[in-house]
């Protein structure tokens, strides 16, 4: 395919507030993830929550839109000048022409929540101020950030569990393939929630500590939030802050396995097929990534179908980890947290190891790392995994402008 441009990028995690956060939190190999303090929820089990996300308040015009997804899409697009690039890019396509393709998991379903226990206690009726259409459908996210930023292109959110933000990367280069924009915004944001939160506990797999992703003892997730987005153009039009340590998209890969509503294909059949896919789109061969960044969720079945999906291509000679020992596991916006990651990786030249693995699973057969290690990465491959077996797989590297 050819190559799209990440012209700007931002990201708002547990990590911290932009780019630089970001990269300082994984140098510093510091974990953010904390003992459940979200709302009311009673779990023995750590979080990965955004700090500052309740003091967020939307402009009056965007004011309908009020909900923490939408707080955190707020914080993301102000971060990195973000808005200020794709304010930019309108002036070179026309507003019309940039198009909106974003991910999320459960949207605005706090607010849902929220409405829920005020309801009518004689009717059951919701209470008449809660706006379905702006907070908790799936296409608010979208609706929100168009607007924020001032675009009347096309716009389309994209629900596939936690691949989806990792899917709207693919969905784009097909948009701007086919001549429906000239650029998109991409990415996506998925916030805590009460259902969330008990719907992995009633699965069994939360982590009573901070998780531990491909370590022997792993025994679970930490769930986090996060939003980010990326804006994608033609390199002969991109106009990239930093041009020296510009990254593009360069291939993309997806598959559909559905071995099982919950669990992966235990053998990564459908893992391995999104990362080949990914490759052959690139037009590269697996000893030219230099770097795997994996799902790598902590739950022994996800860890253990991703190690082999791996091993298949890589065999044991590519660096891989999950860095979501430092993020927790952002559900549908685990995609752009961790292409955000890989662009950091392209740019400065490093790989982060696995967080809090002591010792790395003895039955793996991939390189999986547990150290930072200092190396030109000109190629990454990033794997987002979702429920039901929808699996994407991003292939990042440096840009020739």
Excluded at 24 to 48: K, P, Q, W
Excluded at 145 to 166: D, Q
């Amino acid at each position: 395919m050819p190559p799209l441009v990440l012209s700007a990028f931002t990201v708002v995690s547990a990590m911290g507030r932009g780019v630089a956060a970001t990269h300082d939190a994984l140098r510093r190999r510091r974990s953010v993830l904390r003992r459940c303090d979200f709302e009311d929820a009673t779990l023995d089990c750590f979080i990965g929550r955004v700090d500052g996300v309740e003091d967020e308040s939307l402009p009056q015009p965007l004011a309908a839109y009020d909900c923490r997804n939408n707080w955190l899409a707020h914080m993301a697009l102000r971060t990195d000048g973000f808005a200020d690039s794709v304010v930019a890019a309108k002036e070179r396509y026309g507003a019309d022409r940039i198009a909106v393709i974003l991910g999320t998991s459960t949207s605005g379903i706090l607010q849902s929540e929220e409405a829920y226990r005020r309801r009518d206690p004689a009717t059951g009726a919701l209470p008449a101020d809660f706006d379905y259409a702006h907070t908790h459908d799936l296409f608010s996210l979208a609706r929100f950030v168009r607007r924020a930023l001032g675009l009347t292109g096309p716009a389309s959110m994209i629900s596939t569990a936690c691949s989806s933000s990792a899917n709207s990367f693919a969905e784009a280069a097909r948009y701007i393939e086919a001549g429906l924009c000239d650029a998109a915004v991409v990415g996506g944001a998925d916030s805590l929630c009460r259902m969330t939160l008990y719907g992995f506990a009633s699965l069994e797999l939360l982590s009573p500590q901070a998780c531990r992703p491909c370590a022997a003892d792993r025994n679970g997730i930490s769930i986090g939030e996060a939003a980010g987005f990326a804006l994608l153009e033609r390199p002969d039009r991109a106009m990239p802050a930093d041009p020296a340590g510009a990254v593009a998209l360069l291939g993309y890969g997806e598959s559909s396995d559905g071995y099982h509503m919950s669990s992966p294909h235990p053998e990564g059949l459908g893992a391995a097929a999104a990362m080949r896919a990914a490759l052959d789109k690139a037009g590269l061969s697996p000893d030219e990534i230099d770097y795997v960044n994996l799902h790598g969720t902590g739950t022994r079945n996800n860890d253990a179908m991703e190690d082999k999906a791996v091993a298949q291509i890589f065999g044991t000679a590519t660096p891989c980890s999950s860095t979501k020992g430092w993020s927790g596991h952002a559900l549908g916006s685990a995609g752009i947290v961790e292409a955000v990651i890989a662009a950091l990786c392209i740019r400065h030249g490093f790989v982060p190891g696995c967080l809090g693995a002591e010792a790395i699973d003895p039955a793996f057969t991939s390189r999986v790392i547990v150290e930072n290690a200092e190396q030109r990465v000109r190629h990454v491959v990033s794997n987002s995994f979702g429920f039901g077996g929808s699996n994407c797989a991003l292939v990042l590297g440096e840009a020739a402008l």
